[in-house]
């Protein structure tokens, strides 16, 4: 475990609605990042963070929004979820760009 | 663009059996990094080794070691005396330049090890 927390862990909604996940890290890194996990795609990264409001897009980044208002902070939104968006979400936190990555447990993310 | 191909979707071998995963990768930068994560049945992902293309030693850690050739672009893993616990899901992926934020994973290796 890399100090790293997601929340939720599980989390059911509905077509439409804001979702937003948390991921919260104890490490002071200062690299952190978003992952979607689906069938036959391995892991695609979403957005990432280089810094306090300093965010930066992925392969994958539409539809999302993150932000990064305090370093052991960086949010997820799903302005209006959809269908395609189900997946289980991963984040990461790294020291520097330099420096592998480590991830988090995992948000379980379903979209009816 | 890059790419990293991991063309055997699953694989099972007896406990004890030597097992190894191929890892296959595309990138016209000269400069990258290629990395192996372990992802349990619990479903966290564990890293496991980073190797940049400057390096072409191989590694050895305990049972598991890397066999890295820029000449086929493959970064194989390879567990030896292969136990129940190393069942996973297995992921190799590349960075490329001096960065490491902007990882491409492989589709994964679902490996079994039958007792």
């Known amino acids: 475990d890399a100090g790293i927390t997601q929340s939720p862990r599980h989390k059911v909604t509905e077509t439409g609605t804001p979702v937003t996940l948390r991921c919260h890290q104890t490490?002071?890194?200062?690299?952190m990042y978003w992952y979607r996990q689906d069938p036959g795609h391995g892991l695609r990264l979403i957005h990432y963070s280089y810094g306090v409001k300093d965010t930066d897009k992925g392969e994958v980044s539409d539809g999302y929004s993150v932000s990064r208002s305090k370093t052991e902070d960086f949010l997820l939104t799903l302005e209006s979820a959809t269908s395609s968006q189900t997946s289980v979400y991963f984040c990461a936190i790294s020291l520097s760009d330099n420096q592998p990555q480590h991830f988090g447990d995992g948000t379980r993310l379903s979209i009816l | 663009a890059q790419k990293v191909t991991q063309a055997q979707t699953e694989i099972s071998v007896v406990e004890k059996e030597d097992v190894t995963l191929d890892c296959v990768y595309e990138t016209r930068d000269t400069t990258y990094y290629l990395f192996w994560y372990k992802q349990p049945p619990s479903g966290e992902l564990v890293f496991l080794i980073r190797?940049?293309?400057?390096?072409?030693q191989n590694e050895i850690s305990g049972r598991y070691s890397w066999n890295f050739q820029k000449s086929t672009s493959s970064f194989n893993f390879t567990i030896t005396a292969s136990q129940v616990v190393d069942s996973a899901v297995y992921f190799c992926a590349l960075s490329v330049g001096f960065g490491n934020e902007k990882l491409t994973f492989g589709t994964g290796t679902r490996l079994t090890i039958i007792p």
């Open positions: 190797r940049n293309s400057f390096d072409e």
């Open positions: 490490e002071n890194h200062r690299y």
